[in-house]
C-alpha cells in the first residue's frame, strides 16, 4: 500500500462523528459555526476505562507535541475532545508529510525536544522501537478489548498495537457485472470459479483486449503473491520466523496461476495499463484485489464507478486463512520526554483506545476492520462494504508482522521478470528468496505467523 496516499484519502472520508469520549455517537451543537465538544463526565470504555474526572498533571498547564505524517483534522477531533475534559493541557499537531517523517523523526526523538506523541507505522517498527516507551496499560487488559495484541508483545511489554486491520477483498463493476448476464448468485467463492467469471468479464476486438475481467498489473506481489499462499497452508517464513519461504510449492502454484489467468485464459494482459487500480477506476478492467484504502480512493477519486465488492475466493473453500492483513498502528510514546509529557502521552493514547468515537472515525477514515472486538458488528463500520465482507472471516487472517521491504520489492522483481522478461517461475522464485535472505541478514526481524490463532 502507498502511504503516501494516506493523508488525502483520511482528510477526504473523515467521518463527521463528534470524538467525544462516550462511546457512541455525541450531540455537538454548533455555534459561531465553532463546535462544542460535549464533555463526558463518567468513566467509559471496555476493559480499558478513562475517566474523565481525574486530573492530568495535578491540573497545571502542560503542553506537548503530536507528530503526524497528514489527516490533521481527524487528530485534531481527538485532540479536542481529550483537550476538553483536559483544559489544562494543550497538544499541538506537527503534520510531516510522509517523505520527510521517517528522516525527521528519528532524529528528533534521539534528542531532548522531540514529540511527546507520535504516528506509527508498523513498518518502521525497527527505526521506532528504540525511542518507545511501552504502554502504561495492563497488557491483559489490551488483550481483553484489541485483537491482535499478542503479536505486540515484547519481553512482556506493549508499545503500540493496532486500531485496525487492513486486507484485500475483490472490487468489480456492477455495470460490467450485469452486462456479462452476471447475478450476485454468481459471485465467486473459489479461484476456479473466479477465472470462470473473468472469462466472462473479458471482451476483445479480435486479439485486442478491450476490457480485462481481470487485472491484477502493479500488484500481484502485494495482493496475490504475499497472501494466498496461506489459503494453501504455507506461512511467509519458515518456523525460524527468520527464514522466507518465497520459493515454495504454494507460491509457485500461486505464480503459474497468475500467468495462466493471462497468458491462458486472457482475461488481462500485462500490456493493459501499468496499474490494475487505475485501470478499474477508468473503466478499463472489471474486477480487481485491492487493499482496503481503495475502497475511499473509488469514492474520492472514480466516484462515478458503481462498485461492489466481495470477500477474497479460496482454493478449497476451506482455507487455513484467507489471506495477510497488516494493522494500522496506534500512537508512541517518547520514552526521552520528561516525565510529565510522558504522563500526558500515555494518558492520552488512554483515552484514544478506550474512546469508540474515535476508533470508529479512524477505521473509517482508513477503510480499516477494527481491532477493538466491541465493534466488530458496529453499524457504522458494516454500512462501509469493504469492512462488512471481511466481518465473518476476520480472524482467519495472518499478520507475519512488521516485514521488511525486501520481500515485498523482491517478489515484485521476480513477478516483473516473469511476466516481461521471459525467467521462469522458479528461476525467479529463487532469486528471490536469495536476495530477501541477503537483505534481511541483519535484520532483528522475526515472524509472529505462529500467533496466528489457528495457526499448524
Known sequence: MKKRMIAAMMAATLAVIGLTGCGGSSDNKAADDTAKVEVPTEPFGDTIKYDPTVEINDGKDISVELWEWGSDDLFQQVIDGYTAIHPNVSI??????????????????????????????????????????PLDIPVEDLQADFTGVDAHVIDGNVYYID??????????????????????????????????????????????????????NDDFHQNYLLGLNYQLGENLFLEDGKTPNVNSDAMKQIMQMLVDMYEVDGVGSKDFGEKGSDSFGQGQSAMVIQWGHYYNTLKTTWSNIDFGVFEIPTFDGNPYAYNRYNGESTFGVNKNAPADQQAVAQDFIKYFLANDDAQIAFNLAMSTFPAKKSLADNEQILANPSLKVLSEHIDHYIWPGPMPATVETSLKKAGEDIFFNGVDIDTALNEAQENIIKDMKNSSFVSVENLYAYAK
Do not use: C
Open 163 to 216: 486500531y485496525g486491520m487492513m486486507t484485500g477483498s475483490v472490487y468489480y463493476n456492477k455495470a460490467m457485472w450485469e452486462a456479462a448476464g452476471l447475478t450476485e448468485a454468481d459471485i465467486p467463492k473459489t479461484w476456479d470459479e473466479m477465472r470462470e467469471v473473468a472469462k466472462k468479464l473479458t471482451i476483445k476486438d479480435g486479439d485486442k483486449l478491450i476490457q480485462a475481467g481481470l487485472n491484477f
Open 92 to 133: 499541538k499537531l506537527v503534520n510531516n508529510p510522509w517523505e520527510d517523517y521517517w528522516t525527521k523523526l528519528p532524529l528528533a526523538l534521539d534528542g531532548e525536544n522531540g514529540p511527546a506523541i507520535f504516528n506509527i507505522h508498523n513498518s518502521y517498527h525497527e527505526n521506532l522501537i528504540n525511542y518507545l516507551a
